[in-house]
């Protein structure tokens, strides 16, 4: 496997995961430190993967 697909593979993970984490702990807890960091985090993850699938998509390597 290589570097690049296990950076893709990690995203992926921390966005399926984050988000239902991120929507449990708000709606539980509030609005605390814990969402209030991991929001931009995810925020960032996830534009990122939507940036890397439609280049990939496209053909825009």
């Known amino acids: 496997m290589t570097a690049d ?3 893709v593979r ?3 993970i921390l966005f399926v995961l984050g988000w239902p984490a991120i929507g449990l702990v708000y709606w539980f807890a509030g609005y605390g430190p814990v969402v209030e960091w991991s929001m931009p985090v995810l925020i960032g993850v996830t534009i990122g993967l939507a940036t890397r699938w ?3 998509r496209l053909g825009l390597k």
Request: hydrophobic share 55%; no cysteine.
């Open 5 to 7: 697909a296990i950076i």
């Open 10 to 12: 990690a995203g992926l």
């Open 54 to 56: 439609t280049t990939d």
